[in-house]
């Protein structure tokens, strides 16, 4: 009896193994399909799913196999529902179906043995290459001893994948094995839910792994041998060969540490990139099917690496001790790799379709070889899901912002050249455009669009910006980029946006932060249907409530990512946020107005009281910034009423001209005009508040005695109010003072002074070349000693107005004798001298106008600029001897005879005074001319009259002259008297 129980407890618990093998085993089977297939489901949001928007799209076999494995040992289920149950291409069996079919289980193959019998697999399960082929078990009868060496097919593959604990080991035959350069540390380790940390993964034990091919690190050398012996004499096994591929290119440990440089501590890129065009260029002649073959391992190789960094990604970025730098430096350079590969595949493409030409290639699809088929689908598709699978490990980093590891890639990416970058953020422009959609996004930071927008986000960062202040501060203060600012605009995707939607999303993401934030906009007690129809409702073009305000979507906008957005659209965004606070001011003083209506019917009884009342409101009632100007006393009158007024700096500005008898109604053109002749003035050498550069024609602060700050604010003010009303003004300032008004503290300003990372040799060259080429002569200078040459001491003499030439020295203590500039300190020297010139000697001005610019427009909008934006934003194109001519002819439209006078008889100073004449500025708008309204109106039959202008709205007053002679003459009479106003 004993026995008999003993031996029932054993075919249970047997019975139990078997019936948990098989249930594990059909989970696995549910998942892989829905990895390759996927649930069918239009709105699937399951990421693991192949039909989930989003989602994991394009797995290998390979690939989904190791994942399906993950998703099956893990707790908890992540199998699509439909109609409220687990989706599954293979409908379970009961327990008593599964032991009815019992009989039947060695005519059919379960699912894993037939597809790792299948030829994907093959190298898999064949350990070295030498291994035979796993066969299934025969359907003949066995002994206990034969069973221990005749054991089933599914031995093999647990045993590879160390599924089977100790008491479960069967006994194998020792197989041989090359010898490698470098043992796998963990290799697709199985997370589990508490997710083990990356270091506990990365185990020399082999039991851990799951994949039997070990890594191994080669150089150029060593590859190009290889690829000799597969290709050429073809001495290798194509089995080999394929291991070869797999054991460098799918693992960080392998392609991490191989291809390196002298220092061992970067990758090769020229090496690397001569390898890979060595594996992807082919004789047009004659196809090589082994070439092929290697250049399909790398790309599944690829993207199993990727797919193994997607799902060890949080391990790493939790890292944050020295004892992981190999392993993240191993990351670093094994993305790079990624990136090179598809940078040569998109070059390979590119090369083919320039030597045959597209159409030349579609017509021959026909007449080629299937080898030539496979070769071009090969490098596009793999382009295409490698780029997809890049850009998910890059979101995922990008979005650690205090991770180690994503300071470790941005100084790697940091050394990409400039080919390199343009190819990936064209890539990346490409897949943004293909993937575009507008919200809600429901999948949030696994979105598509949000994903490639982190990895364009990263790499903005890295090409332009200062790294070390990037994380300390919002700092867009471009040094030596890679690729200019301009590379990573996207004109096709500004042109699908709506920008006063968007502008809306923006404020409410500025608000509350980019995400999810459903209780912030729910109400207690309020039904779904009620909190939808308020907010849609109560949605204005004031208002900041979202367009997709539902629960718990994800609160994303374009604007957070300016570096996408032209100069053109960011000054849309800037007058938009200019507008809406005019809107604020605008409805203030309304509502003060009426209160003061209804005080004086109250108060009708009281004069003397209503007297001083309406004296004391009229400000407040007023619903415009009015300043009243007489020509003779223009910046005397300016700052003055500016002073008084300065509570209504946020309205709409309306000027007046007095005292002339100008009648003029300020509708946009008399403003423009106000500007003009302000900012003409105030840099002339009359006032003597700037000085001009004779060769550049820049303006730039003037050293003078008594120092007036106060004027420097004003002007400061007047700047910030030009740009708040949408005028462009007509300065020019050196660009080192436009990246100091867009930094957003003084204190960041000196950090960087002090630090010499702001007014630098090349700033002080584009404003003034002749001092800068002398410093720079001084710097290159090789033929002997500086000092016996240049005779320069370490100091500086500038001309101060009041005081003639000062000399100031530029030792680090002042109180130090002045020493001569040598070979070994005029580097120093050179930064010493550029810092005091631009900065020390004319800090408080810059301070004070910079203070005053902000007073005005200091908001968010104005962060979204970098200082070569924020320039054309407020003066338009640049002017000058390196200014582009004026095409006139994007304005042309009707007057045939107007437009050949103005394109054949006009030279470009008069074309810049019918611009003048026309709209009261001859600025170019950022975009060009084509962004400007200009309109021709016929105004009564031919006469005597001069042509007139409503400055205001654009528009030319032309009489129909009677030939092209007269029409000249009576034009070029009338923009060079373009001076005063009156009412038509």
């Not at 193994?308 to 790079?336: A, K």
């Not at 030349?360 to 070889?369: F, G």
């Not at 040094?479 to 004109?491: L, Q």
């Not at 008004?741 to 204190?747: G, M, R």
Request: glycine share 4%.
């Amino acid at each position: 009896m004993k026995f008999e129980k003993k031996k029932s407890n054993k075919l249970y618990r047997k019975e139990k193994l078997r019936e948990a093998k098989n249930e594990y085993e059909e989970r696995i089977e549910e998942y892989f399909q829905q990895l390759t297939i996927g649930c069918q489901q239009l709105e699937c949001r399951n990421k693991f799913c192949a039909s989930g928007r989003g989602g994991i799209l394009s797995l290998q076999p390979q690939a989904a196999l190791i994942m399906s494995i993950q998703l099956a040992s893990m707790p908890g289920s992540r199998l699509c529902v439909v109609n409220g149950k687990n989706h599954s291409s293979v409908p379970k069996a009961s327990v008593t179906q599964k032991k009815k079919k019992d009989s039947q289980e060695q005519q059919t193959k379960p699912f894993l043995q037939s597809l790792f019998t299948s030829t994907p697999f093959m190298g898999l399960l064949n350990k070295g290459g030498d291994q035979e082929s796993i066969k299934p078990v025969e359907s003949v009868p066995c002994t206990k001893e034969d069973d221990m060496d005749h054991h089933h097919w599914s031995t093999d593959f647990w045993k590879l994948f160390s599924h089977f604990s100790n008491t479960h080991q069967v006994k194998e035959k020792e197989k041989e094995k090359e010898p490698v350069a470098v043992s796998d540390e963990g290799y697709y380790q199985i997370d589990h839910d508490e997710r083990n940390s990356l270091s506990d993964s990365c185990s020399e034990d082999s039991e851990g792994m799951l994949l039997a091919i070990p890594p191994i690190s080669v150089n150029l050398d060593h590859a190009v041998e290889y690829l000799h012996r597969a290709i050429v004499t073809q001495s290798i096994s194509e089995e080999k060969m394929d291991t070869w591929c797999r054991s460098i290119f799918q693992s960080w440990e392998g392609i991490g540490n191989s291809f390196l440089c002298s220092n061992k501590l970067d990758i090769n890129l020229d090496e690397l990139t001569r390898f890979y065009q060595l594996v992807i260029h082919q004789d047009r002649k004659s196809k090589n099917i082994r070439q092929i073959r290697i250049i399909e391992a790398i790309c599944d190789s690829f993207e199993t690496l990727l797919d193994r960094m997607c799902l060890n990604v949080d391990g790493v970025t939790d890292m944050d001790d020295m004892s992981h730098v190999r392993i993240m430096n191993e990351w670093c350079r094994s993305i790079t790799a990624v990136i090179q590969w598809i940078i040569c595949c998109k070059e390979n493409k590119y090369k083919e379709e320039q030597q045959d030409g597209l159409a030349t290639l579609v017509a021959k699809l026909d007449d080629i070889s299937t080898s030539q088929k496979r070769t071009a689908s090969i490098a596009s598709t793999s382009q295409i899901i490698l780029m997809q699978k890049l850009i998910q490990v890059l979101s995922k980093l990008a979005q650690k912002k205090e991770s180690v590891i994503r300071k470790k890639l941005l100084n790697v990416l940091a050394c990409l050249d400039s080919d390199r970058m343009n190819y990936l953020v064209q890539d990346l422009h490409q897949y943004l455009l293909d993937h575009y959609h507008t919200g809600p996004y429901k999948h949030g930071l696994e979105d598509t669009v949000i994903m490639t927008l982190k990895c364009l986000e990263l790499l903005s960062n890295i090409s332009f910006f200062f790294l070390f202040f990037l994380d300390q501060a919002n700092m867009k203060i471009p040094t030596c980029p890679i690729i200019p600012a301009s590379s990573f605009y996207s004109d096709p995707i500004c042109k699908k946006l709506n920008i006063k939607n968007e502008y809306r999303i923006w404020k409410r993401v500025l608000l509350y932060g980019e995400g999810r934030h459903s209780t912030l906009i729910t109400r207690q007690g309020e039904t779904e249907y009620q909190r939808r129809s308020r907010l849609f409702m109560t949605t204005t073009s004031n208002s900041t409530m979202l367009a997709y305000p539902f629960e718990n979507e994800y609160q994303f906008s374009w604007f957070s990512y300016p570096f996408l957005l032209s100069p053109s659209i960011k000054r849309k965004i800037v007058l938009i946020d200019a507008m809406s606070q005019m809107s604020l001011e605008y409805e203030d003083a309304c509502v003060n107005h009426t209160l003061v209506v209804h005080a004086q019917k109250l108060l009708s009884e009281a004069p003397r009281m209503l007297k001083n009342l309406e004296t004391n409101l009229r400000s407040a009632t007023c619903p415009y910034l009015l300043l009243e100007i007489r020509r003779e006393y223009f910046i005397s009158d300016t700052f003055s009423q500016m002073s008084r007024k300065w509570c209504d700096l946020k309205k709409p500005l309306k000027v007046k001209f007095i005292e002339g008898g100008e009648e003029g109604m300020d509708q946009g053109g008399v403003q423009k005009e106000f500007f003009g002749v302000l900012f003409e003035k105030l840099v002339s050498s009359e006032v003597g508040l700037f000085s001009q550069d004779e060769s550049t024609h820049l303006c730039w602060i003037r050293s003078v005695m008594d120092q007036d700050i106060r004027a420097y604010e004003m002007i400061g003010v007047m700047m910030g109010l030009s740009i708040y009303n949408g005028v462009i003004m007509n300065l020019q300032f050196s660009r080192i003072l436009w990246k100091v008004l867009v930094i957003p503290n003084e204190s960041l300003i000196d950090a960087m002074a002090q630090r010499q990372l702001l007014f630098t040799l090349e700033d002080l060259e584009e404003g003034w070349p002749a001092l800068g080429n002398g410093l720079r002569q001084l710097l290159n200078w090789s033929d002997g000693e500086v000092e016996a040459v240049f005779c320069r001491d370490y100091e500086i003499s500038m001309y101060v107005f009041g005081r003639g030439v000062v000399t100031t020295s530029l030792m680090p203590n002042k109180d130090d004798p002045v020493v001569p500039v040598t070979n070994e300190n005029r580097e120093q020297y050179v930064k010493d001298y550029c810092t005091y010139f631009m900065y020390t000697a004319q800090k408080e001005q810059i301070f004070a106008l910079r203070r005053g610019m902000w007073s005005v427009i200091g908001s968010r909008a104005l962060s979204l600029c970098t200082y070569e934006e924020l320039e054309m934003v407020a003066c338009g194109l640049r002017q000058g001897p390196d200014s582009l001519e004026l095409n006139l002819a994007e304005l042309e439209s009707v007057a045939e005879q107007f437009w050949s006078v103005v394109h054949h008889d006009l030279s470009n100073e008069q074309k810049k005074q019918l611009l003048l004449f026309v709209t009261a500025s001859d600025r170019v708008p950022v975009g060009g001319l084509k962004e400007l309204s200009f309109y021709i109106q016929r105004n009564g039959p031919d006469s005597d009259r001069l042509p007139t202008a409503l400055t205001c709205f654009s528009r030319l007053l032309l009489p129909e002259y009677s030939n092209r002679q007269k029409l000249k003459d009576r034009l070029i009479t009338a923009i060079e008297n373009t001076k005063g106003f009156g009412l038509v």
